[in-house]
């Protein structure tokens, strides 16, 4: 099974479709924004909620990021030496309790760095409900090594232990 990827094995213009998706529950809402100490009302009191535009609770958008970009580190940053920028985050629409999350990133760019191991990949990862609405959308520069550097290195995993029988 691939985990991440190597600078040689990224192109331009790359389509990764992340799977499984991940249907958000209450408890998840709830327990991120209680972690985070985010207790807007909105997302935490379904009273409050009902009072609102929405009318319901609203899953708090930092939590869809964190699972959109949980998703992409198989396709895209399992490799990573860094993680360098997240250049723009946006919040479309609302996710509320029991939508499921998709995404998929797509390669905009790729440059060597001044290092001839390491190479630095521009990504877009989007994120859209069960239904395709579009509800997060963020572009992030991660920083991966290249085939040499793994060979240099032991392979895909180094300091990975040999059974002893």
């Given amino acids: 099974m691939q985990f991440g990827r190597t600078y040689e094995e990224f192109e331009v213009g790359a389509v990764y479709k992340h799977w499984p998706g991940k249907t958000v ?13 985010n207790h807007h009302p909105l997302h935490l009191d379904a ?4 009072t609102t535009v929405q009318g319901q609770n609203v899953v708090v958008g930092n939590y869809i990021y964190s699972i959109l970009l949980g998703m992409s580190v ?9 993680n360098l920028e997240i250049e723009s985050l946006r919040h479309i629409a609302p996710t509320f309790h029991g939508d499921t999350i998709y ?3 797509t390669v905009l760019d790729k440059n060597m760095t001044s290092k001839p191991d390491r190479g630095i990949v521009h990504v877009e990862t989007k994120g859209y409900k069960q239904d ?5 959308i963020f572009r992030r520069k991660v920083m991966v090594p290249t085939e040499k550097y793994l060979e240099e290195r032991g392979g895909d995993q ?8």
């Fill in 74 to 82: 198989e396709d895209v940053s399992g490799k990573a030496l860094a």
């Fill in 25 to 37: 529950t209450e408890y998840d809402d709830h327990l991120f924004c209680l972690l985070t100490m």
């Fill in 47 to 50: 009273n409050y909620a009902t």
């Fill in 132 to 136: 395709g609405t579009v509800v997060c």
């Fill in 103 to 105: 995404g998929e990133t």
């Fill in 158 to 165: 180094p300091g990975r232990p040999t059974p002893l029988s």
